[in-house]
């Protein structure tokens, strides 16, 4: 469902959207690796966990790159905005 947004999002070109969606998938990630740290059981399902979560992370940074490199200066603004 995440990627549909993304894609909608995409084609409408709504960079705003785009760095919220972004933005908010990274906060989650990190919210659920800090969660997983606090962990002591299991071992080896939270080491897995923890992998799955740095590779989606890392795609993420990855899209959000690449939205810089696409739409610019308008994406960019749209970060700052965001980020103030």
């Not at 810089?68 to 965001?82: L, N, S």
Request: aromatic share 8%; hydrophobic share 35%.
């Amino acid at each position: 469902m995440l990627e549909k947004a993304y894609e909608l999002t995409e084609k409408c070109r709504d960079c705003q959207t785009l760095v919220e969606l972004y933005s908010e998938e990274i906060l989650c990630i990190k919210a659920t690796q800090k969660d997983l740290s606090k962990t002591t059981s299991n071992r080896k399902a939270v080491e897995r966990e923890n992998v799955e979560l740095a590779h989606s992370k890392k795609q993420t940074m990855k899209r959000m790159e690449a939205y810089f490199d696409k739409f610019r200066e308008v994406h960019a603004v749209e970060m700052y905005e965001y980020l103030v």
